[in-house]
């Protein structure tokens, strides 16, 4: 089974920024469009932003739309987010999955806080 595994969370101040990372099977990463998750504690999962496969068309959550970047490289099977100007509500763990389901089995996500 494939199951993603992110990287690159950490304790930060609020308004720094944190490249969070994510590794796919090759095989299983092909043709599919990619996104990012995050759980807060007491929250349902949300979807943060995703990623076309072939064009690199992008979707944003309002919440976080300007700040943070989502892109892919394609040979490395590896998406990647890049979070700037981070605020304390973005404290979550974030997951990377396909965007739409039926999913992959979730990985252990990546910790992110953002301290005030």
């Known amino acids: 089974q494939v199951q993603p595994v992110e990287s690159g969370g950490g304790l930060v101040q609020a308004g720094g920024s944190l490249r969070l990372s994510c590794a796919a099977s090759?095989?299983?990463?092909?043709?599919?469009?990619m996104a990012w998750f995050r759980q807060a504690p007491g929250k349902e999962r949300e979807i943060v932003a995703a990623i076309s496969w072939s064009t690199g068309s992008t979707y944003y959550a309002d919440s976080v739309k300007g700040r943070f970047t989502i892109s892919r490289d394609n040979a490395k099977s590896t998406v990647y987010l890049q979070m700037n100007s981070l605020k304390p509500e973005d404290t979550a763990v974030y997951y990377c999955?396909?965007?739409?389901?039926?999913?992959?089995?979730w990985g252990q996500g990546t910790q992110v806080t953002v301290s005030s």
């Open positions: 999955n396909v965007r739409t389901e039926p999913r992959w089995t």
């Open positions: 090759g095989r299983m990463f092909s043709g599919y469009a």
